[in-house]
């Protein structure tokens, strides 16, 4: 996408009257609150993180489920409703900010109806948790523990629920794959989602940030320690090097953000 064609869809979709608040995106609309990074990233991007949007999307399954944690507006759930068109989709958002313009998406969604929204947090065990939350604009950044990446505004009480939990409320259904991206909290999603792993072996796709994870005393290479667990390997991405000891990962880090769990 050229400079000025993203100047001017950021215009129209961002700010002109009548138009501004959603935007196309994978065959369907998406709506934002104003200025959200979400949307910008998207714009400039032209697709959100697009080499993990190709990740999610090859891992998608015909009558398989997607466990979408940390969906905000819905940008890592709307490729795999448009690749397979027999996935299920369950996205988990707990976050104020961004739940009223998701629940938008799902319902002018031509796919609702594989596409369940789960407003709660999610962590090791189920219940209710303080949740921090920035502006509307940064809701990106919102998670559990406030990781000062971007100024707190405030906190509130949201419900909250494991991963195996919920699968085991949906049936146990069959899991393809897992994007997990909750600021600093994924390896307490892991830890509560230990069963639904070891039946369904799913890939795992998540963050793993080292400023996000000061934020919950997480050491990085804690990672290491539950893929060896749960007798998965991990693969950087883009380049999915392997990742077998905590300096591998501590290089790895200095260049990305994003790793992969795969069943070994």
């Known amino acids: 996408m050229t400079s000025i064609r993203k100047k001017i ?22 709506y934002f609150p104003k200025n959200s990074w979400s949307f910008l990233a998207a714009n400039e991007q032209g697709i959100f993180e697009a080499d993990n949007v190709r990740i999610i999307q090859a891992l998608a399954r015909p009558n398989a489920v997607y466990f979408d944690v940390g969906a905000n507006i819905g940008l890592m759930a709307l ?42 947090a999610v962590s090791s065990k189920s219940g209710n948790v303080t949740f921090s939350i920035s502006n509307q604009a940064e809701s990106l950044f ?8 971007v100024a707190t505004v405030g906190q509130v009480e949201v419900d909250m629920t494991t991963l195996d939990d919920t699968w085991r ?33 799913p890939t795992i796709l998540l963050e793993w940030n080292t400023e996000n994870l000061s934020a919950y005393e997480s050491s ?5 320690d539950f893929a ?30 994003n790793f992969i769990l795969c069943p070994i």
């Open 142 to 149: 919102d998670g559990i523990q406030p990781t000062q990446r």
């Open 228 to 257: 060896q667990e749960m007798n998965f390997q991990i693969l950087a991405v883009p380049t999915l090097a392997e990742v077998h000891t905590a300096p591998q990962l501590a290089l790895q880090m200095l260049f990305t953000e």
């Open 220 to 224: 990085p290479s804690l990672l290491i």
């Open 169 to 201: 409320e949906l049936s146990c259904p069959s899991i393809s794959h897992m994007k997990i991206d909750v600021e600093g909290g994924e390896l307490d999603v892991l830890r509560g989602a230990r069963e639904c792993i070891r039946n369904e072996r």
């Open 79 to 120: 490729p795999v409703l448009q690749r397979e068109p027999q996935c299920r989709v369950v996205s988990f958002e707990p976050s104020p900010n961004v739940l009223p313009f998701l629940r938008q998406t799902i319902t002018e969604c031509k796919d609702r109806d594989r596409w369940t929204l789960i407003p709660k």
């Open 9 to 30: 869809t950021r215009w129209f979709y961002g700010s002109c009257p009548g138009f501004a608040g959603s935007f196309p995106y994978f065959g369907s609309k998406v």
